[in-house]
């Protein structure tokens, strides 16, 4: 029988766990919790008007509806850097969600704690005006504008809800890098059918211009139909466009995918090393699309090549 977790502290890091060895800044507790959300001078709100009026040029029509019925729900183009409290309580009456302010990227086992207890952890800083375009650390444009609004929608919160109690079992097999991969290829650059159209779930890509119409329109990615364990299986890109997208067909196929087939028997045949790399489009895949992969092979971003 398997053991329980208590899901209410943080688990512990078994010795045979590597994780990125992030500096706690000094000061904060082991929740990695700021203790509020800081003060935004009026340059700053101004920053998150213009990216919430760039990002909303795009989005009808390409990201998914519960999406868009959440940033309605939340009302988060009220205008300036949204007030943490106030999208706390709209949450909690939809989902027992809440959004709590960190100052970076905090490790892997952290912020499954925090998930696993219906918490997001989002920045407690916005980019400057030179990082407009592109930065590396999510900030608090991405992950608000980017991750809040789908919190909203029961199953895709119950989703978040269930990937954060499978840190526990992945630290167990450690196999924190191919639950990771799961994230990113859901949560992060996940795409979903609607009515046989293909929009955009994942904050990776409704938070930033670039890879809107890369990765519904564009033919060099590959677009496959969502395979937890081909998935988690997978390699993926950090800093560029993605090479291959993963779709599902509702937020209660992924939940059915995931939570209800169980993370543990995943984990029991999974190597610790990826076994795909991220162009490959395999015959056992489901593909709607397979990429020429012409972006990637030209060298990709910083290469002058064309996102097509
Ligand atoms: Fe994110």
Not at 22 to 38: F, Y
Not at 284 to 307: K, M, N, V, W
Request: proline letters at 6%; charged letters at 25%; aromatic letters at 14%.
């Amino acid at each position: 029988m398997s053991r329980e977790f208590d899901y209410t502290r943080i688990p512990d890091l078994p010795a045979s766990v590597f994780v990125a060895p992030l500096q706690k800044p000094a000061g904060l507790a082991d929740d990695w919790l700021e203790p509020a959300q800081r003060e935004y001078g009026p340059a700053e709100h101004r920053i998150w008007d213009e990216l919430y009026a760039r990002q909303m040029q795009l989005m009808p029509g390409h990201a998914c509806r519960e999406f868009m019925h959440g940033l309605e729900r939340l009302n988060l183009g009220r205008g300036g850097v949204p007030d943490f409290n106030q999208i706390s309580e709209e949450l909690q009456g939809l989902t027992g969600w809440s959004v709590v302010p960190v100052p970076m990227l905090i490790p892997d086992h952290v912020f499954y704690y925090h998930l696993a207890n219906r918490r997001f952890p989002a920045g407690n800083f916005i980019r400057s005006r030179e990082q407009f375009d592109y930065i590396q650390e999510p900030d608090v444009f991405h992950d608000v504008f980017g991750h809040v609004p789908l919190l909203t929608d029961p199953v895709f919160a119950g989703y978040m809800e269930a990937y954060g109690r499978a840190g526990w079992k992945a630290l167990k097999y450690n196999r924190l890098k191919a639950l990771s991969a799961l994230y990113w290829y859901t949560v992060e650059f996940g795409l979903i059918l609607e009515d046989d159209q293909l929009r955009l779930y994942g904050a990776g890509i409704l938070s930033g211009p670039a890879e809107t119409v890369f990765s519904i329109e564009g033919r060099s990615p590959n677009r496959i139909h969502l395979n937890v364990d081909r998935a988690m299986r997978t390699d993926y890109t950090i800093s560029d466009l993605q090479a291959t997208y993963f779709v599902i067909e509702s937020f209660r196929e992924l939940f059915h995918l995931t939570e209800q087939r169980g993370f543990e028997p995943i984990y029991e045949s999974l190597a610790p090393a990826f076994q795909y790399a991220k162009t490959a489009a395999l015959d056992t895949d489901h593909i709607y699309h397979r990429g020429t992969q012409e972006y990637e092979l030209r060298g990709g971003r910083g290469s002058g090549a064309r996102p097509v």
